[in-house]
């Protein structure tokens, strides 16, 4: 049993974040961060098109990002957090910054700003297409140099300990449901151990590998989501899955490598395989419209021609500046023997960003004591039914931060838990049982990529439902008789986020954002979303 007052699960950018805040307000307090892999291996070493926050107070201003925001959002944002979460994010910036993260900057010597889709100003601060690894690099340095932050990798959290766990049986959401800590696999002796902390802060990220294609790396399996479900948390906005328009086509099998929405920023337009320009057809602000608009709109022209990509056209753009502002996306492509000059990039839909999540308050407060929840595992009104484009490293700062203002002034009242019980492990493994968990994984990202994706309907989902509770039951069976393992584990797990996904479409009455279903065309609306929570 190991004891500390902070427990932090997840090792991006709102984990670090968070961590880093923690460690230094208080160096005699122990700060243990876990993360199932390496510490670097997370959404956030991936992002690259940068973060949106307002600097150039000459052409932008709050309100005009707030409007950004809620446009996106399609009447489904918190206003009031929209607003708080903009005027935070430049105070929010330049603690990252003097922590050494290195933004790119023009020669007079502001920083240089990009444009993305849907702001109606230039405001993405980038560190050319790799902004995402030069973050995550700081914060572990930083991490890295503070004697009371203890980084334990390849330590993978199977689930937060609450009341359930100490014998009461929990069988629906309360008011007083407490986290006393986490029960954690040690990946490298496959023993269990059970973490007792007087506060968790979920930062476990993403939920992108419940589909087939994703720009998430493997990572993204939706851990806390589904663990903060199993503790009866509160859960929202799941049938939001933001799918990015332009990942590369036909390149990796488990990531799929994502071409930044800046590259149109930068001027690369959408065509046909054919070269006919399509986008003006569906939105006025043609290849640089909202994510959901530009997915959808390549989803429907695949379906109709039968393709399985559209191009993405860079041949006109001044070559040699587009390999020093995206040396990544330029090396890439150059790897596959696509010239940029000659060549148009295959891109394709693929799962990119949940906008939902666990529910939480102003402060990442989820709706268990003690338990907290920040970055893209949480749901705290900022992106409602739509994200815009690079708020997702600014949210998760700014909540990071959030959560350390909150404990900050309450640590001292929460004690541990005692007589917490250690885990129970029971069961053998087989060896054909490995082969039956990657079939089942990969049976699951089939069922969500061809029933609950871009375009969806009340039978396909009705589908999706009765091939999860199939796979549910199957792997709830080998949970039973199989000795954990974090395959099984994740598998769980994404079964479960699956699961909301499904259930939360279907309440979803009326087409918002992300989220569209064949059967609510006409039905538009602010709607309710009471009732979807299963
Ligand atoms: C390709 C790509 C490009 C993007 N570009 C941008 C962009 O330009 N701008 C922008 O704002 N956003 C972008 N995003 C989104 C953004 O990167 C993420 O939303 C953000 O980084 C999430 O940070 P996080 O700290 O919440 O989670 P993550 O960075 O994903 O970190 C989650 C951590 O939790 C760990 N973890 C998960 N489960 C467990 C478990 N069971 N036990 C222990 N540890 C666990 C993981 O290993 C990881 O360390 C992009 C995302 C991708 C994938």
Sequence with gaps: MIKTDF??????????????????????????????????????????????????FLNDNFDKHKADTEMAGDGLCNSEIVDMVVREGPARLEEIVKMGTDFDRTPEGGYHLGLEGAHSARRILHHKDTTGFNIQNSLMKEAGSLPNIEILEYHFAIDIISQHHMGEKVTRKRDDICCYGAYVMDLN?????????KVTILASGGVGQ????????????????????????????????????????????EQAFLISEAVRGFGAVLKTREG???????DERGSLASRDIVARAIDTEMKARGDEYVHLDCTHLDQQEFSKRFPNIYKKCLSLGIDLSVDRI???????????????????????????????????????????????????????HRCFVDLKNNIDQ??????????????????????????????????MHNYVSIVRSDERLQRSLNRLEIL??????????????PQLCELRNMIYVAYLIVKQSMGQNENRGTFFNVDRVGQQGHGSLEGTDP
């Design 7 to 56: 427990l932090v699960i997840g090792s991006g950018i709102a984990g670090l974040s968070f961590a880093v805040k923690a460690a230094r307000e208080f160096p005699d307090r122990q700060v243990t961060v876990i993360t199932k892999s390496e510490m670097v291996e997370s959404n956030t070493r991936y992002a690259q098109g940068g973060i949106a926050v307002v600097t150039d």
């Design 189 to 197: 002796s496959g023993s269990i151990k059970t973490f007792l902390s």
């Design 210 to 253: 419940v589909y087939k294609l994703t720009t998430n790396p493997v990572v993204a399996t939706g851990d806390g989501i589904a663990m903060a479900g199993r503790a009866k948390a509160a859960i929202e906005h799941m049938q939001f899955v933001q799918f990015h328009p332009t990942a590369l086509y036909g390149d990796e099998e």
């Design 276 to 282: 006919e320009l399509f986008m003006e057809k569906y």
């Design 346 to 400: 295959p891109v394709a839909p693929a799962a990119h960003y949940l906008c939902g999540g666990v529910k939480t308050d102003a402060n990442g407060r989820s709706s268990i004591l003690n338990l907290y929840c920040c970055g893209e595992i949480a749901c705290t009104g900022l992106h409602g039914a739509n994200r815009l484009a690079s708020n997702s490293l600014l949210e998760a700062l700014v909540f990071a």
């Design 414 to 447: 929460i004690s541990h838990q005692k007589d917490v019980p250690e885990w129970e492990s029971a069961g053998t493994t087989e060896p054909d049982e490995w082969i039956l968990i990657k079939h089942n994984r990969v049976e699951l990202k089939n069922i």
């Design 472 to 485: 549910y039951r199957e792997t709830e069976k080998l949970y039973k008789r199989t000795t954990l393992s």
